[in-house]
Structure formats: C-alpha cells, structure tokens
C-alpha cells in the first residue's frame, strides 16, 4: 500500500473524519523538537523550519519559570499545534518530555488517538519513552515509531527493531529502512511506496518488489548498500509486515528510520501518520463512552494554562472535542459544576499563533479563556450529565509545607495555589487540623517552577520546608462509617484536596502498610480519576 495513496479524498469524510489528533512521545534529546519543527515545515504550515524553537525562545525570556526552561533546555509549557495537509488537519499536543513533569505529560495522553514515538538510534528505547509508552499501551494508542538521527553513527537497525519488540513487548514492522548510517548514510527505501530516495530526499528507484533491489546494478556495486538491504530482508524474514488492525489495536508499530535534523524520511512520517493514524476514537465516558459522530457538543478539559501570556494574565482551559460540530458562542455545561457557560472566545492554536475558533469537530482542541470556572477532567456538554473518565491524579512523591514569608499575603497565596493547582502544576492539599497549605509534587523540578511562578506571576514568595510525611493516599470506602472511624481517628495525617477529597499522607511505607491492615475495607489509591 502507498501511504500517500492511501488517504482517502477529504470531500467524501464527516469533518471529524478528516482529525489526526496526535502526540510526540519521546526521551529528552531524542530529537521531538526537530521533528515537530520538520512536519510542520513538510506540511506548509510553516515556511520555516526552526519556528518551533524560535517562538519558543521568544516566550521564554517573558518569565522567571520559562527561563528555567530555558536554563535547562528542557520543555516545561505543552501546546497545541495546528497544521493541515492532503485534506487532513493534524492536531499535535506537544507533551513536555523531563520526567518531572510526567503528571501533565500522563493527561495530555488522554486527548489523542495516535502517537509518535522518536527514538535515537544510538540510544534505544530510553526511560522516559518506556514510561510514556506504558501510558499508550493503557489506552491502546496506536504508535508509528521515528528510529531519528539516522545520520549518525548508530546501533544496527535489526537490533533497534529487536529492542523496540522486547523492551516493549510488541510487534514491530520495519516500514522505511536505512541505506547504510553515520557517514556512510546513502538514502532509505520506502517498503509500501516502492520508492528509494537519496538523503536529499530525491527519487532515486521505484520498485515493486524490495527483493529485486539486490539485483540492482547500480546497488550491486556498493557493499553499504548491499549489507543494508541483506539486513532489510533479515528484518523482513524476522518481523511482520505492516498490518493496519493490528496497528490500530496498538498491538504493532510500523518503524520509520530517518532525521529529523536532515530532513530524512520526515514526509514519509508526515504520509504514514495520514494513511494510518485513527480518526477520533469514541471517548471513554459514564454512563456510556461518547461516540464522535454524535450531534451533540461534549469534551473535555485535559490541561489548564494560567498567565500564558503575562500581559493578559489569562488562563486557557484546552479542551478536547469528543463529538458533534461546536460553533463559536455556543452555552455548554459544565457537568461537575452543573452551570453553564457561554463560551464566545474560544481559540484555536496555529504554531504558537492562536485565533479565535468559529467551529470545531471531534478530535479538536480549542482552548476556552476563563477564570477559574474550568479544571483539568471537567467535562463540557451541550446539557447531557455526561462524565469523561480516565484522566488521573496521581499520587505525589514529594510532599512540602508551604511557607509564606510575608504573613499578609496569605489571601494572594491562596489564589496562587489555586490557580496552579488548576494547570496541573502541583497538588494541593489543606490540613484538616490547622490551617497549612501542603504541596505535593513528583518531581523536585516541579516545586522550583512553583516557587518561582507564584513569586513572578502573583508576587508571593514563599520557601518550602520539610514535612514529617512521605506519601499521599486518596482514601474510599464502601463503608462510609468506616470511613468516616479512619479521618476522626487519623486526624493530624489528614489533608483535603483540591476538591474537598480525603487524602491520608503518611509518614513512611511502614505506617500506610499498618492503616492498611487495620481499615481492610478503607482503599489506599496512589490515582484518582478527577471528580
Ligand atoms: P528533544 O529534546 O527530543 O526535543 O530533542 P531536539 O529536537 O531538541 O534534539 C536534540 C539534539 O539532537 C539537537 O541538538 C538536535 O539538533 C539533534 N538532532 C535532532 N535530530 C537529529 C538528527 O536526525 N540527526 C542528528 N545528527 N542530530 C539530530
């Protein structure tokens, strides 16, 4: 099958049937930046490549959290890409890649329906990559797999496919090959197009089938060629071809080797991810899931930005369409809230442009200025009492007293805290007994973004300090009595949640594994679905 052929004509799909929503899934460094910057270059909706990091660059000299970002080199703020092509419109969520911040990564996951995964060819499946995909593999997201820096000395393309197969348990088919590697790289054959191209991606074969390509004089003469295309046929003999199903049921990945820097393979991505990624999947949802063809507007908030913009202070709820055609001044409930809202600025992202959303299908992300109304998991209706699932907390692994230095701030802090904990940045978690703020995060980055946000954007500064506490469980119970016997008895150990939710913070494993054995019918969940 020709990747390229295969995408049908977009005047026979329902508009939703035209969304590719789709994450970059990847090990910082492994080339995701550059190989977001090259498809939206390959696509036109850039003219040039390096816009990406250019914006990038530009918003992070606006505040002290982004310099961190830019001090690091790391990729804090997840966005929304927009761009189109052969009659499809790709949304790419760009998912921030240090392990820090996992947390907002995990959610952003939950509004695609196919993923990328770039690895570095020297390097292998990395531990990042191995997280984020046991993070596919929980909702069966579909994965084409970028084998990047093919322009590099690497590790033998037979040995990649074979790690990819065994680190992750599962299938792979090698779709476009490498000719030779590192300086010795000659080009690479496209197995379903039957086409090989020069690194400077002009055609060079066609073929109808690979194994003549060893009979070929002008290959015969070159042993890089040759071995490459022997190791080709070892891979073809060893792994399955390309199968669309198995594909779509996240069970296979078809591998791609290219650079993202040199261009390398990048339209073949760009062509693959057309003809093979999902439309939008139906969305997992109480009472029933949500099927995309339904008329009726929902979706559901997977991330919230406050202060993207320090000159406006706003804050954006980015909000994944699960069915029928919104339009621009639409009312939609919120089912946690129960209040509606009209929503008349909504926006739609191009690049790191944004501009204001007339109409949006499934599959869409439009983001929805508010002022707090909207938090990550709310689900958005045209009435229906519909509830997305699946969009986790988790359990944090540092926990913080909050400390603030000038005691008449607290009303300001409050805010903060409020606010930050809505995008995700941290958990938030109030004593029962006293009046402390405790901070919960799973990664040390995340509390020097926190201190440093809630100093620059709402001029409180504050420290941390030690707690006499080391996990964070959400407790329930069938058992409302027993339940309610575990918080009077517990008291000093107990915290509520952003939502009012008990939480049980612990002073060590020892400790939850004693309240466990003592309250059998109390749960301890490291995760909780949000509301
Ligand atoms: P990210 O952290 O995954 O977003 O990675 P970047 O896109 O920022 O790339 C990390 C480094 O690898 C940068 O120095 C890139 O220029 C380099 N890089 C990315 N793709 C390639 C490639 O195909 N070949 C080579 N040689 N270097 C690459």
Redesign the pocket.
């Known amino acids: 099958m020709n990747a390229l052929t295969a995408t049908a004509p977009a005047e026979k799909l329902l508009p939703y049937q035209s969304r590719r929503t789709f994450a ?1 899934i ?12 090259k498809l939206l270059a390959s696509s036109g909706a850039i003219q040039q490549a390096g816009q990406v ?1 250019h914006r990038a660059n530009q918003r992070a000299t606006r505040s002290d959290w982004m310099e961190i970002e830019r001090q690091r ?3 804090i703020t997840s966005s929304v890409m927009t761009f189109e092509h052969l009659g499809l419109t790709f949304n790419l969520l760009d998912t921030p ?1 240090h392990s820090d911040f996992s947390e907002d990564t995990y959610r952003t996951l939950t509004a695609v329906d196919a993923a990328i995964m ?1 690895i ?1 060819v020297a390097k292998g499946i990395e531990a990042q990559t191995l997280k984020l995909f046991e993070v596919c593999r929980l909702r069966d997201i579909p994965i084409i797999t970028f084998a ?5 000395e690497g590790k033998d393309p037979v040995e990649i496919l074979d790690e990819i197969a065994s680190t992750l348990a599962l299938d792979v088919s090698p779709v476009v090959w490498p000719l030779g590697g590192g300086v010795d790289f000659k080009g690479i054959v496209d197995i379903t197009a039957g086409v090989v191209k020069r690194p400077n991606g002009e055609v060079w074969k066609t073929f109808t089938n690979v194994e003549d390509l060893a009979r070929d004089n002008e290959f015969a003469m070159d042993p890089v060629i040759m071995a490459s295309l022997e190791n080709l046929e070892l891979a073809r003999a060893g792994f399955p071809a390309f199968d669309h199903e198995i594909y779509l049921a996240g069970h296979l990945t078809p591998v791609i080797f ?5 261009s ?1 393979s990048v339209p073949e991505m760009l062509a693959a991810l057309g003809a093979w990624a999902p439309e939008p999947r139906p969305q997992p949802a109480e009472p029933k899931p949500i099927e995309p063809n339904d008329p009726k507007v929902s979706g559901f908030v997977f991330k919230v930005q406050a202060n993207m913009d320090a000159n406006h202070r706003d804050r954006i709820a980015f909000v994944r369409l699960s069915s029928g055609t919104f339009k621009r001044g639409m009312r939609l409930k919120n089912v946690r809230t129960g209040k509606d809202m009209a929503v008349s600025n909504p926006m739609f992202f191009f690049g790191h442009d944004r501009e204001l959303a007339e109409e949006a299908v499934a599959g869409d992300i439009v983001g929805i200025p508010n002022h707090g109304a909207l938090s990550v998991g709310d689900t958005l209706t045209e009435g229906a009492s519909i509830k997305v699932t699946g969009i986790p907390n988790f359990a944090p692994e540092i926990i913080r007293r909050v400390r603030l230095t000038d005691p008449m701030k607290a009303k300001q802090l409050a805010k903060a805290l409020s606010d930050l904990a809505e995008e995700g940045v941290a958990q938030i978690f109030r004593r029962m007994v006293g009046a402390d703020y405790i901070v919960g995060v799973v990664g040390q980055l995340q509390l020097e973004v926190l201190q440093s946000r809630i100093n620059s954007e709402y001029n409180v500064p504050i420290s941390f300090e030690s707690i006499n506490f080391e996990l964070a469980r959400w407790i329930v119970s069938e058992d409302k009595a027993e339940l309610a016997r575990f918080i009077s008895t517990n008291k000093l150990e107990m915290a509520e949640d952003k939502y009012g939710d008990p939480v049980y913070l612990a002073q060590s494993t020892w400790w939850l594994g004693r309240a466990e054995r003592d309250y059998p019918k109390v749960q301890f969940l490291t995760t909780k679905e949000r509301h």
Do not use: C, M
């Not at 990847?26 to 910057?37: F, N, Q, R, Y």
């Not at 290219?258 to 040199?262: I, V, Y």
């Open positions: 970059i990847s090990h910082p460094d492994a080339g995701k930046t550059t190989l977001t910057e990091r080199g790391i990729s890649g770039v570095d990047n820096k093919v322009d590099r290219g650079s993202a820097l040199k390398v």
